[in-house]
């Protein structure tokens, strides 16, 4: 009985070491949308993209191929 009790007692507090651990790595922030990205990164909106933007874009993805 008392194997059984250790390994009760160690697998409560690895579970609970891994609860602390993922609380800190605060994951829901990484489920923020990326449209929020600010004025830091302008021609990330497709929609707001220039046309000629887009031509370039379509040529190097062609080049690619």
């Known amino acids: 009985m008392s194997k059984v009790l250790k390994a009760l007692l160690l ?3 690895a579970t609970g070491v ?3 651990v993922l609380h800190q790595l605060d994951l829901e922030a990484a489920r923020e949308p990326l449209n929020d990205a600010g004025p830091e990164f302008p ?3 497709p929609d707001d993209m220039q046309e ?3 031509a ?3 040529n190097e993805l062609a080049s690619q191929l």
């Open 56 to 58: 370039m874009l379509l």
């Open 11 to 13: 697998s409560a507090a």
């Open 18 to 20: 891994a609860a602390v």
């Open 52 to 54: 000629e933007d887009v």
């Open 43 to 45: 021609g990330m909106n």
